[in-house]
């Protein structure tokens, strides 16, 4: 019990120490409400784990939803015990955060929330005059440092674990994974100096190996099979391509374009009931009046319209107003330069 007691003080005062932080003796730590993913779950994962090791205590609450790829994350011990689950389930999940939070209240009132990948509209809960600290790589409304968050741009929440507050579980490598599209996207460098500190302190090649292996997302052989039998025309050196559906499902669709946009920068698929949806990665490029001519509408660089019929006449317009917008692209990215 002393000892316990003396841990836990000696706990708070090193853990401050190696921190710009003051942690609290007692944290919930949870991700926004929405969207649940592998940066604000392993996020959570780490913070428990940092702060349980220096003798404080630290829960999570469960999410309103969970990716089956993600879940092994989580145990049933990051939960406060008086938290109720099925007893048969392993997924961690509710369909009230409030009467959740309401219910971990009645045995353990936390001193401080720590909201991690998110801002405190994202908490999705009253926190019933608990302080709520949040940690965010979001910078839509600038940066933050002050006693009630840490927000600055970073390629994951995780990274703002590592670089900023010394935080050096390994599972930070699911958030670095998730938030830059598997080391591709959002600043992947500085996304690798993160990466290097886990390499440094205990982050193994088998390690790493396992948490991709549980992060794979199984492959539905649908859509495997509707990309094989559609009319599917790659141009642009195969960086643009243009798919035609037979298929009308919309899952289908999804499953379709998640699969070619791992290979392709701009993307225009078809469905069998007419529905068209279109995404580029150039800032370039307009999709959306593309998508007006055709009575639709969306961003510039998503945009989708419905077809009166997927007549072939109809999908013939379309290909060659998409076919055009990326000429029109290739001829910018093509222009001699002056003096040539
Ligand atoms: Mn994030």
Partial sequence: MVFSFLRSLFGSVLAAARTSKHWSAKTLIVGPFEPVDGDSVACTKALINFLRGYGLEAFTLPTLSMYSQLEWILERSDFHPNQSFPSNTHRFVTDNLQSSYDQLLQSWRPDEIVLVDGQKERLGFDPKGVKVYCIDHHTGLGNDNDQEALIRKAPSAGCILIESFNILEPILAVSILTDTFWLRYNQP???????????????TDSLLAEYQQKLMVKKDAQILEAIRTSDVRFFLDGRAVFVVLTDPSPEIHRGVLGELGYFCDH?????????????????????????M????????????????????????????????????????????????
């Fill in 189 to 203: 460098s500085s996304a690798l100096k993160s990466f290097a500190r886990l390499t440094q302190h205990g982050l």
């Fill in 267 to 291: 993307i225009c698929v078809v469905r069998g009931d007419g529905y068209v949806s279109m995404k580029t990665s150039s800032p370039d490029l307009d999709l959306k009046s593309l998508a």
């Fill in 293 to 340: 001519k055709f009575g639709g509408g969306g961003h510039s660089e998503v945009a989708a319209m419905k077809l009166d019929s997927s007549s072939p006449e109809a999908v013939e317009q379309v290909y060659r107003e998409f076919t055009r917008l990326l000429g029109s692209l290739q001829s910018l990215t093509t222009q001699p330069s002056p003096g040539k």
